[in-house]
């Protein structure tokens, strides 16, 4: 048996809408949900996995979106019918108990600890993004100035490897001796080099100005259209940067390793062949200028190692203090309205931004192709091995569309949003069973049409990993999160592309961080209520929700400062998740069959759906698991 309806029976109950205008204007609960998806699944998960596996994943994301709805359905349906939160309803599932906690409650533990590391890595995203835009320091400023030349080069560079046309590959040659230039100038203000051990990166601008004339020896010609665009050879320079300085700013003579030989013979022999190509004489001359500029090009750029600037644990200090503050004082509506129009406002951005690579002349060489689309609905897992390439897609399968904690966290809104307390306690009259069928109906929009949303938000942040991140080999990672995640803008908006994403980004984030929490504080209470840690009171609880809406956002703060690394963190919740989804799964169809009010059950074809839905979780965590297993395993 299910535990009693608590809800009022003294409320006030109202019909529900039942034309479509009507509807729309009760639709809520979803709109928080993907307020709170967006930010960590969508925009850092989403895209890390385009870049990392190309197209070939975008069947799996399709199918993330999509297959955990009926289960989200089911879990409303079940507290619009019962009026029971979904903490207190899946602590009735059979089997082990410790104390008044069943295995799923303190599975649920488990996980709530992994997601808290995923919220510090969200308020350090945001952190980022504030500290590249409105930098604290004069250090912040510098620093910011010399990874966005870095990053700026990488983009370049790719962007070259795939032009064709001749006038747009001179015109990128140009800009990549001149951001050479910015780069190793902004260097120069981080770190001092020893000039007698090495020459000081500024060094760069007389070794590469010359080749910005027009009157180059073949030589310098080879330097210019195949060296300095080679993306190996900033490899080469990273490697020798590694081997020499490694974490100290005092050069050591080592000897080279096996990568850095190889890189500089994989140089010499696309120079060589360059050369070649271009001429029928001796080329003995021209190698050796060119062998002469790469020797004095890896001494300009081997680089001692640099601290990040600190600016973004400032920043994530201090957003942390306000949202404890918005959290205590908010109300339903404000969230409501906070996240629905920054997710709206971004998500439009970045529809616009996959349609603009389409359209574009400036964006040709990132277009997406047919040939794309095709591969990612081939059902392929991408490249390496299979068990890597699906453990890190079933990580984010956990986490894209509805992950486990929004599923858990829905019917809250649910409540909070009316759709419980207008049903009324439930009874055997008719009025009562068309009051309930009506606000599941509305349930049942509001729930698809939020993921109408995600989903197509999910697979435009799928498709700009792919197409830009992907083909350049850049995975998001780190303090350079944010920044390298700006660069799906750089092809569309241009200069404006850092404005254009800091903005979204921290809207997006920020939401995410914003509503989560405010969800886990609702959860971690009813947690407490339903383990009888706390009375078992709607004051007291209520309470609860107030202590933790200030100390949740603390927590993940203070996780993120002490050194958590926001993609990892977002995966592993992922992988926590997404072995929860089965569990949901199961939950659900229990509560379909053991708690459904006769009167209300669903057809047949949503039962089908309802059990395919749970299948296909069972299998995606049951792989989630047994591919982390294998990885630790080895």
Known sequence: MTEPDTRDPNATVESPPTSIRGILSKLGPGLIIAGSIVGSGELIATTTTGAKGGFALLWLIIIGCLIKVFVQIELGRYTITT????????????????????WFIWYWFIMFIFIMGQLGGIVGGVGQALSISMPITEY????????????????????????SDPKARKTLQRQIIEIEIDSASAFAKLASVNDAALPNPENARL?????????????????????LPDPRLRQLTKQLSA????STNIPTMKPETPEIVDLRTDLSFSTDAYLRANTADEITQHQ??????????????????????????????????????????????????FSTVMVALFTLVTIANVFGLQTMDSAIAWKIQWADIKEGLSFGLGPGEWTESLGFALATFGIIGVGAAELIAYPYWCMEHGYASFTGVRDD????ANRARGWIRVMKWDAWCSAAVYT???????????????????????????????????????PTAQFVFLFGAIAVLYSTFFVATAGNARMLSDVLRTLG??????????????????????????????GVKPVVAIIMSGVMQSIMLPMLGGAAIYFRYKYCDDRLKPNRKSDILLIVSAIGLLIAGGFAAYTKIASILG
Not at 84 to 94: A, D, E, Q, Y
Not at 312 to 336: C, D, E, K, P
Not at 481 to 494: A, C, D, I, Q, W
Request: hydrophobic share 45%; proline share 4%.
């Open 243 to 246: 081997t020499q300085f490694g």
């Open 429 to 432: 009259s008719d009025g009562w």
């Open 207 to 227: 070794l590469l100005t010359p080749l910005m004339q027009s009157n180059l020896s073949l030589a310098e010609r080879c330097i210019v259209e195949q060296l």
């Open 533 to 562: 840690w706390i009375k078992d009171t709607d004051e007291s609880y209520g309470r609860s929700v107030k202590w933790m809406c200030a100390i949740l956002p603390a927590v993940c703060g203070i996780t993120y400062i002490m």
């Open 140 to 163: 912040g400023s510098e620093h910011n100035a010399f990874r966005e030349a870095e990053t700026v080069l990488e983009v370049t560079r790719a962007q070259h490897s795939i032009t």
């Open 456 to 494: 197509f938000a999910t697979v435009a942040f799928f498709l700009l990993g792919a197409a830009i991140l992907g083909r350049i080999e850049l995975i998001p990672a780190g303090d350079d999160m944010v920044r390298s995640l700006s660069v799906m803008y750089r092809p569309v908006f241009g």
């Open 83 to 102: 009026g029971v939160t979904s903490i207190r309803g899946l602590s009735k599932l059979p089997g082990p108990r410790l104390g008044r906690g069943n």
């Open 288 to 337: 050796a200028t060119v062998t002469a500029f790469m020797q004095y090009y890896t001494d300009a750029f081997t680089r001692p190692a640099i601290h990040a600037s600190n600016d973004h644990n400032w920043y994530a200090a201090g957003l942390t203090i306000v949202t404890m503050a918005l959290l205590v004082i908010g109300r339903y509506t404000f969230i409501q309205t």
